[in-house]
């Protein structure tokens, strides 16, 4: 995230100090003071102070009572990306349907590189808290969204994940390669993806890929998203809602056609 000695603020376009300051302040878990933001940048306090001044300008983002945090028009732009509206606007009733059968938490997210990004979550009055929000990112080898989606990528996405580091966040993280190519084939067989608390300890989850048949991809299907169901692991049986989950994520992709999504 910092800028190097050789790329300093005259080698840099306003943009990208603009963009480095959002990303900067986006992957803080709180607000950031200017001189926190600066030093996390590498860039010098008054470009920081002057750039930040302008993105307050146009809600990018807010001063709050210690520093910086994200703007409201922000979010307002995310919810206009044409494949991420329509995505969620399509999944939302099957979401819906999910927490009220399940009562436990309901996600929809898609694959960026070796992460997910999760762009819809839906709790109920017995969800507990999992280690995701809306516009929060986790790594795609230890959850079932991420194994989901995975499963149906191409070959290029696969390797991404295996050369990236794979470390074990509890006991039972899959962290080497070739045991997670297999569960892949799993995966690709069954349709259903699982997260025997490998992830966080204690939460289990059940996860199903989102298909549109016009992309190729294995087999000439290619996952854009997925759909899941989280909750504890000692009352959660991921198992039992593998079908319901399978399909409503088939539902989904029935709906969505071929139009792109990506």
Known sequence: MRISAEETAEHRSVGDRMLLILDTVAAAPGELGLSELARQTGLKKATVHRLAADLVAHRMLERGGYGYRLGLHLFELGQQVPASRRLRATALPFMADL???TGEVVQLGVLDGTEIVYVEKLTGRHSVPVPSSVGSRLPVYCTGLGKAILAFEDESAIELVLAAPMPARTSTTITDGKRLLRELETIRDSGVAY???EG???????????IVES???RGGHR?????SVTGPAQRLHPERLAAAVRTAALSISRL???PSLR
């Open 215 to 217: 992309y190729v991809g």
């Open 195 to 197: 997260d025997r608390e």
């Open 223 to 227: 996952a854009v998203a997925g759909l």
């Open 256 to 258: 969505l056609g071929p």
């Open 200 to 210: 966080t300890k204690g939460i289990a989850c059940v996860a199903a890929p989102i």
């Open 99 to 101: 927490l009220a059968a």
